[in-house]
């Protein structure tokens, strides 16, 4: 049922947004964004002032509407509640908050059941941390990204200072890493390989290269792409 799925999956940094982008785009897939899901209910916490109990995330889950627009101006824009938070996601108060959020049972419920029922609809790359383990289980092509902490990091900090953000490459290495630990250590679906999935080391890999490589498994291991 779910043959048109491609699950990426992986730790903050490694490239999978990018790389998931262009895989979708060259196969004429949807891609989803999974981590942009759990970073709209941290900004809506963080904005509605929510308190950050388990009952309270899981109820601000439940009543907000989030929403890819594919052909807004710049592409892909994230919705929350209409309202386009596309860049406000991104903030490093969101990133700093976001895994606790993410950590919350009926939070990941939430998101996993909206998640679930696209890919049942359409031929999608999604990219987060649980995709091969939890939402898509059963995913015929399932791919684990990684890089080293230190390139990681990097990419991270290139990625911030070409938007003109100031960045400081010391933090950004201990958010990521404070960020790993906390998504591989949680109790529900941690950031974990699935036993089937291709493990791809980035680190000396350009995004071409590791696009190439993704798809060059999928057609391989995939009667369907
Ligand atoms: O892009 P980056 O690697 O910074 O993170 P992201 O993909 O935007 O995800 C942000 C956070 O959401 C992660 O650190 C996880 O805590 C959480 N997340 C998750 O728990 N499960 C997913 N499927 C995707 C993201």
Known sequence: MNACIIAIDGPAGAGKSTVARKVAEKLGYLYLDTGAMYRVIALESIRQSVPLTDEALAALAKRTSIRFDLDGPGGNRVL???????EAIRSPEVTR???QVA???GVRAEMVA???QIGRQKAVVLDGRDIGTVVFPEAEVKIFL????????????????NKGQKASLEEISS????????DSTR??????????????????????????????YAKEHSHAV
């Open 187 to 216: 109790e529900t679906s941690p950031l974990r390989q699935a036993d089937d999935a291709y493990l791809l080391d980035t680190s000396r890999l350009t995004p071409e290269e590791v696009v190439d490589a993704i798809i060059a």
């Open 103 to 105: 950590a919350v049972p």
């Open 80 to 86: 929350s509640n209409g309202v386009d938070v596309t």
């Open 97 to 99: 908050l976001v895994s």
């Open 114 to 116: 909206q998640q679930q």
């Open 146 to 161: 990684t890089a080293s902490v230190e390139e990681r990091a990097r990419r991270r900090w290139l990625e911030q200072t």
């Open 175 to 182: 958010d990521i890493a404070a960020r790993d630990l906390a």
